[in-house]
Structures are given as structure tokens and as C-alpha cells.
């Protein structure tokens, strides 16, 4: 399957991009053709949203509808569970003038996947010279070096600068604090977490650690700071296992769940629900999604697990791309019409235009108080329907063998999307066939991922 073919304006040689890229002429990254896929209008203009987690799968996936709407982002990401930016020393660049751009890192994590706090740490540099226009361009290749990869693809597929990157934990409550001092956030839209559910149940402590009080911190600093609107990343997972199908946002949750990850999200979820009750200025959105699967459609960012993928598509992908000799179906005795289990698979791109939509929403005002919503496309997909599709998108067989069932997973979860559809207008638009598509460009060209 080809690749796109987008129209590059950066004179920037540092940038690390794909092949198929074409270079020439004057300024920033030209927008691809086929963008914006936003389907969100602005209708209150441009604000400044502080992202957590931006840097991963679902949240860079989001910066780039973000950007696409006009809005200034802030990301903090530790980056432990993302490709870390090449820079690996305390860097500084702002090569835009009065405009309050910036990129701090601090002594990068040398693993990539440690837990320990960051710092976040300041020091501008606004001397333009003589030389300014080689000084600028030096200065705008450092501070995108200071991004990682995922993020200078956002940037090149947008043709948009991020307002700043961090590289900070969220249990950073100094640096987080400097961050709400520094640029006027006017919502959040928290993705940073730890979410791998077999290694939740093996280290526990570090998943409670991290997505719970680092979420605690978050909140008081926001609190502190005044701001008091909030999206949050949650999971179908919540539910447990579901009591009736489609499974609305009035389904019980917080029983039945069958690992420490799927309780940190619950736990996240009953903390928004208590302060929002406590103090009716706070508006938060909790969004539980359901199977985020894709990729955007330039094929420059995607899913890139870190170890053996949890979820099927990126397993999939890798059996596809041959990193992985064969697929595991576990249990093709359910009582679904091809024996496997069945699941509600959303596009990347479709959750993404859904955080626009929903920051809309928290910023109305009239809107406080703590509300949830279903973000899937309320159609079932099974196991095997799954792999012939990745079949036919690829052009690859996709081997597979059958396991016993895993205890926990069940026959069929489905999201009703109407809460979603009626009070955010939101929709999920794209088809399994898309999701199938932009999983394989993506793979196909990155087939190690952000290397
Ligand atoms: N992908 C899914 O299948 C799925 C499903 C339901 C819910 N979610 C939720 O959506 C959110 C995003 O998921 P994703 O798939 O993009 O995951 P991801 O791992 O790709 O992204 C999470 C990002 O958060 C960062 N991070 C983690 N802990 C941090 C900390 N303490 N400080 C700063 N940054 C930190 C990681 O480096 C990573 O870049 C998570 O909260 C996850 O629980 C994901």
C-alpha cells in the first residue's frame, strides 16, 4: 500500500520523517491534503489546553485535532511510556518571539520507562542578531529536537507549533505548578497514564502511584491554580463485566473489574465525581473508550507498544509486518456467531475529534458538574471479522492459533454512543476497513515504530 505523499515547506533537515516525504521551498510543513480531520468547528475561538499523556498513542493522536482547531497546546509527557525526544540533555529553544512558545526537558530518563519524577527546569533565549535568520533555524531545529517523535509529527502534520513541551511527571508537583504559572491554561485533557493490565496486576503499587496520585496531583495543582475544567481518559473498564448490551453510561460500574489498572480508573473517576460535587466550578468530562484502534491517515504517528502488544490491532499489525509469527485467538467457544469475542473498536482519529467536541462542551457556561460519556461506535466486531479485514487492508495472510479463554474476558462488550451523539455531537464516522487501512500505512512504514 503506497504511502502519502505530502508537500513539505521546512527547509529543516533534522527532522526525522519518513522517506516519502518531499522537500522544497520556503516555512513550516505544509497541512497533507487530506487534513484537517477535524469535524469539530470552533465555536468559543482558540484556547490554551494543557495535555497530559500527549505524547502516546491516543494523546498525540488528539494534539493534532487540537491543533487543527486552532487551539495552543501545552503537552507533559514523561515520556515512559513514548519515544523520548533525541535531545537527551536540559535544553532550552524559543526561536518565537513573544509568542510564549517554549520547550523545557529536563536530564532525560535514561530507560525511557522509569517512574521516577521529572523536573521541569527555565531559561529563555530571545537574542536575535544579525545572524538571526541561521540563529532561528538553528534554535527551531533544537527545540523540535527537544520533542519526541511522535510530537514533531504532529507538527509536520499540521504545519503547527505546539505552544510547549515538558517533560515532567505528573508526580512533579513543583514543575506541574511552574507550568499553570507560566501559560494561561484553560482546560486539561489528562491521558497520562500507566495502562497495561497484565502489568498492572504485577506491579500494582506503580500503577496506583502513577494514574492515582498522579492524577491526585494534577488535580490540586489545578485547583490551586484555578483551573477548573478537565477531560479525562477512561475506559470502558469501568463497567466490568457488562450486566446488558449496549452498554450505556447509567450501567453500574466499579464491580467486577479484574485488574489494578481498570481500578485506577475507576478510582480517578470517583475522585472527579467527588470534587465536582464539592465545588460546582469544576466541570469534568469522563470519557470511557471503547477499543481505540487506527492510526491518522498520513501514516506518520501510531500505536507503538513498547513490549509484546496487549490489544488485538497492534498485534495484528505486527503478525502482518512479520515482527510476530502468529496471532493468539483466546476462546472460540463464545456465544457469538463466529465463536470469538466481540468488541467495540473505535478509530484513533474519531476518539480524537470526540476530546474537541468535548472540550467544547466543558467550556460552556453553563456547564458544571461531572458527566460521563461512551466514546465507540456501538457495532460489534469479533475476533476473526477483526483478522480478515487486517487481511484484506494489507494483503497479508494473518496466521493465527486458538487458546483457551483468559480469565476475565468476556463474550461481548458493546458502548450505546447516543449520551455522545445528543449532548456533545459527537459521532464516530470512520469504518472498520479505515481503521484496517491507517493501521497498516502506519506499520508499513514504521514497522519498528518511532526508531
Ligand atoms: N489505548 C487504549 O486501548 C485505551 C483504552 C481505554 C482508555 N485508555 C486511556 O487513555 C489514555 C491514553 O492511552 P494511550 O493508549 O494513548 O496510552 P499511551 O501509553 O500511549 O499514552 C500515555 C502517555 O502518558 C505518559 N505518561 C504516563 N504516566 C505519566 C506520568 N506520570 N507523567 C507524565 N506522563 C505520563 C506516557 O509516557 C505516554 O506517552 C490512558 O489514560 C489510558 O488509560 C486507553
Known amino acids: 500500500m503506497g504511502g502519502q505523499r505530502y508537500a513539505v515547506r521546512s527547509k529543516s533537515t533534522s527532522i526525522a520523517v519518513s522517506g516519502r516525504w518531499v522537500r522544497g521551498g520556503q516555512g513550516r510543513p505544509t497541512a497533507p491534503p487530506h487534513a484537517p480531520s477535524s469535524v469539530t468547528q470552533l465555536r468559543m475561538g482558540p484556547r490554551t489546553v494543557l495535555v497530559t499523556g500527549g505524547a502516546g498513542y491516543v494523546g498525540s493522536h488528539t494534539v493534532v485535532e487540537l491543533l487543527e482547531a486552532g487551539h495552543r497546546v501545552v503537552v507533559v509527557d514523561n515520556c515512559c511510556n513514548a519515544t523520548p525526544p533525541p535531545t537527551t540533555t536540559t535544553t532550552t529553544t524559543d526561536s518565537h518571539k513573544g509568542d510564549d512558545k517554549d520547550s523545557y526537558t529536563d536530564d532525560k530518563d535514561k530507560n525511557g520507562s522509569s517512574l521516577t519524577p521529572t523536573t521541569a527546569t527555565a531559561n529563555h533565549n530571545n537574542a536575535t542578531t544579525t545572524e538571526e535568520g541561521d540563529k532561528d533555524g538553528n534554535k527551531e531545529d533544537e527545540r523540535r529536537s527537544a520533542l519526541p517523535l511522535a510530537l514533531q509529527r504532529v507538527e509536520n502534520i499540521t504545519g503547527k507549533t505546539l505552544t510547549a513541551f515538558y517533560l515532567v511527571s505528573l ?74 448490551l449496549p452498554t450505556d453510561e447509567n450501567h453500574p460500574t466499579g464491580q467486577g473489574i479484574t485488574n489494578p489498572y481498570g481500578r485506577t480508573k475507576y478510582f480517578c473517576e470517583q475522585v472527579m465525581m467527588d470534587l465536582a460535587a464539592s465545588d460546582q466550578d469544576w466541570g469534568v468530562l469522563l470519557l470511557r473508550y471503547f477499543n481505540p484502534v487506527g492510526a491518522h491517515a498520513s501514516g506518520l504517528i501510531g500505536e507503538d507498544p513498547r513490549d509484546i502488544p496487549n490489544n488485538l490491532m497492534p498485534y495484528i499489525a505486527q503478525v502482518a509486518v512479520g515482527r510476530l509469527k502468529a496471532l493468539q485467538v483466546f476462546g472460540q467457544d463464545y456465544d457469538t456467531p463466529d465463536g470469538t469475542g466481540v468488541r467495540d473498536y473505535v478509530h484513533v482519529v474519531d476518539l480524537a475529534t470526540g476530546h474537541v467536541a468535548a472540550l467544547e462542551h466543558v467550556w460552556r457556561p453553563d456547564f458544571n458538574g461531572c458527566e460521563s460519556y461512551n466514546l465507540g461506535r456501538g457495532e460489534g466486531v469479533s475476533v476473526l471479522e477483526m483478522v480478515n479485514a487486517f487481511s484484506r487492508a494489507s494483503g497479508r495472510a494473518i496466521p493465527y492459533v486458538v487458546k483457551e479463554r483468559r480469565a476475565g474476558d468476556v463474550a461481548k462488550m458493546v458502548a450505546s454512543c447516543t449520551r455522545a451523539q445528543t449532548h456533545l455531537g459527537w459521532k464516530a464516522t470512520r469504518t472498520l476497513e479505515q481503521m484496517c487501512e491507517d493501521t497498516w500505512r502506519w506499520q508499513s512504514q514504521n514497522p519498528r515504530g518511532y526508531v
Open 171 to 244: 508526580n512533579d508537583v513543583d514543575a506541574l505548578t511552574k507550568i499553570f504559572a507560566k501559560h494561561k491554561i484553560e482546560a486539561v485533557i489528562h491521558f497520562a497514564a500507566l495502562k497495561a493490565v497484565g502489568e498492572s496486576v504485577t506491579i500494582p503499587l506503580e500503577y496506583y502511584a502513577n494514574n492515582v496520585s498522579g492524577t491526585l496531583t494534577l488535580l490540586q495543582v489545578m485547583r490551586s491554580a484555578g483551573v477548573k475544567r478537565l477531560v479525562y481518559s477512561s475506559s470502558a473498564t469501568v463497567y466490568g463485566v457488562p450486566q446488558y
